[in-house]
């Protein structure tokens, strides 16, 4: 493992431009404001520990005039009345701004969130190009149906002429995490103004200063005035404002399965609807006969991309005991062998976690694993000029009671456990209180398939892990969430099911 922090400028003009602005407001009825209450917080630079700017610290105040602009532009008829195609061309609009301003979007973001430039720009942000583009298209295929019913009591010579119309549900919050900012934003954006829906944004406050940009690019696109809101601010103070509020008729939430919980209970009040996309502890089971070219490097990158800070990381690892010692040394190899880094050099591998926070948490986990009898056969360190770095780490020997083998722990540790026969896969897999994703690592075709109908998980990954498309649904079963993110289905998250029936 080596690693070089040299803090590092942004190349691209609009990275320093953008950066020049220290203080940063709020978009609310396409003006941006300060918080009402003129607080502000600090970003900071995860790599080098550098404050970057201060952010609008939105409050309910905040969420109020935010809700009531999309309120308003929900019920105006420039957005009301604007023919499907109309919205569609906006966000086809937005992906190619997105797409004009990309070099300058992913440093921004790995200035703020820490990840390797490429990670934003040839993955993460593309993705997100892609939400934007395929929910252009979906604009314009929301379809009732026409119903024949049995209704027999009409009068007689009239008919029962029976449809559906979908309507958009309303003003929704989009609640997002800090781990892949803009992809997991444009996976609420797009769907919801695709529906017809107007919105109010909170970002995570590890991360604003994308979703500023982007809320800059949506009025750019054009828009009209309140259909889309920004309100940056602390998850207790803006998220838990804009989770209670009764004028909002739908919460998308992206984040921790303990905070999801307590977005359902704000949401009681006004009942409204919810899609939750929550946490997981994904197993990568690898079969005795896997084909371990792909299967060592592919577990590998399942937990140490992004630093361990993805959703559906494959934090635990079950390996064949035929096969487990290769495999172990594999991946330690693999681990040992990642160069960490300031994101902004594009030959960092691994970047910090997202704050100092994150990464005593995971350092914490690491110490309880080893506490309970694990051990590192790979990193086990935090490092770095502001403690935010965190070694790749291999833990084995963990019992399948420990926190780190139960826990989410969004970082780059995995536990490796050896597993006797295919047989106890589906229990082991399914030890959990998560069912977000899982991968299966063979070649033997009706095993894979065989397991994919076992585990209880949202996605299941046959010889690879971590794939995603905009046509993909993600989300999880269990604790890992309500609903599901992307593919043509999440369209109906955003809609409401009108039935009209008519006697003719
Ligand atoms: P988090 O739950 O701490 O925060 C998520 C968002 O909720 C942030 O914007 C935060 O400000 C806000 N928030 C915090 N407290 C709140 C409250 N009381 N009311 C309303 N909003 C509040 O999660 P995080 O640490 O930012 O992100 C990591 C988590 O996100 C992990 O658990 C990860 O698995 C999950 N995640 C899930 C998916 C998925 O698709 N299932 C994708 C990415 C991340």
């Given at each position: 493992m080596t690693m070089d922090v040299a803090p590092i400028e942004p190349k691209t003009e609009g990275a320093k431009r953008f950066l020049a602005q220290s203080r940063r407001r709020m978009l609310i009825a396409d003006e941006w404001v300060d918080a009402a209450s003129g607080r502000t917080f600090d970003t900071v630079n995860?790599?080098?520990?550098?404050v970057l700017a201060q952010v609008a610290a939105g409050d309910a105040t905040d969420v109020d005039r935010a809700v009531a602009a999309a309120r308003r532009a929900f019920e105006s008829s420039a957005w009301r009345d604007m023919i499907p195609a109309q919205r569609a061309r906006l966000l086809w609009k937005m992906a190619d701004l997105i797409e004009q301003n990309i070099d300058e979007l992913a440093e921004l973001e790995t200035l703020d969130q820490?990840?390797?430039v490429w990670v934003g720009r040839y993955a993460e942000i593309p993705g997100a190009i892609e939400q934007f583009r395929y929910f252009a298209g979906q604009a314009m295929r929301i379809e009732g149906t026409t119903i024949p019913t049995?209704?027999?009591?009409?009068?007689?010579?009239k008919k029962v002429f029976a449809y559906t119309v979908k309507e958009p549900i309303g003003v929704v919050g989009a609640i997002v995490p800090w781990n892949s900012p803009i992809v997991l934003t444009a996976m609420k954006i797009a769907p919801a103004l695709a529906a017809g829906c107007t919105m109010v944004l909170k970002p995570a406050e590890d991360t604003s200063l994308t979703a500023i940009r982007l809320a800059e690019l949506m009025v750019e696109a054009g828009?009209?005035?309140?259909v889309f809101n920004l309100v940056t601010g602390l998850g207790e103070a803006a998220g838990a404002a804009l989770a209670a509020h009764?004028?909002?008729?739908?919460i998308a939430f992206t984040g921790s399965t303990e905070v999801g919980k307590l977005i359902v209970q704000a949401a009681r009040g006004n009942l409204k609807k919810l899609t939750l996309e929550l946490g997981g502890k994904s197993p990568a089971v690898v079969l005795d006969d896997a084909d371990l070219e792909l299967a060592i490097p592919g577990a590998a990158n399942a937990i140490f991309f992004n630093s361990g800070q993805?959703?559906?990381?494959?934090?635990r690892l079950y390996v064949h005991e035929k096969v487990f010692d290769r495999v172990l040394e594999g991946v330690a190899a693999y681990a040992r062998g990642i160069k960490l880094g300031?994101?902004?050099?594009?030959?960092?591998q691994m970047g910090p976690v997202v704050s100092r926070k994150q990464a005593d948490r995971v350092a914490g986990y690491i110490a309880s694993g080893l506490s309970e009898g694990a051990t590192a056969v790979a990193g086990g360190r935090q490092l770095g000029p502001a403690g935010t770095f965190i070694e790749p780490t291999v833990l084995v020997?963990?019992?399948?009671?420990?926190k780190v083998v139960r826990?989410?722990?969004?970082?780059p540790v995995v536990v490796a456990t050896p597993i006797r026969?295919?047989?106890?896969v589906p229990a082991i897999a399914n030890d959990?209180?998560?069912?977000l994703a899982a991968s299966v690592w063979t070649q033997d075709l009706s095993a894979a398939h065989r397991l994919a109908a076992q585990i209880r998980a949202g996605t299941v990954w046959i010889n690879c892990h971590s794939m995603y498309d905009a046509t993909l649904p993600i989300g999880g079963m269990k604790q890992s969430g309500w609903g599901r993110d992307?593919?043509?289905?999440?369209l109906d998250n955003y809609l409401e099911t009108k039935t009209v029936c008519a006697v003719i």
């Open positions: 995860p790599a080098t520990g550098v820490g990840k390797p049995s209704i027999n009591y009409q009068p007689a010579g828009f009209p005035p309140g009764p004028g909002v008729d739908k993805v959703c559906v990381a494959g934090s300031n994101g902004l050099d594009p030959s960092t020997g963990a019992k399948p009671t420990a826990e989410e722990i969004f970082g026969s295919l047989e106890e959990s209180e998560y069912g992307s593919g043509h289905q999440a």
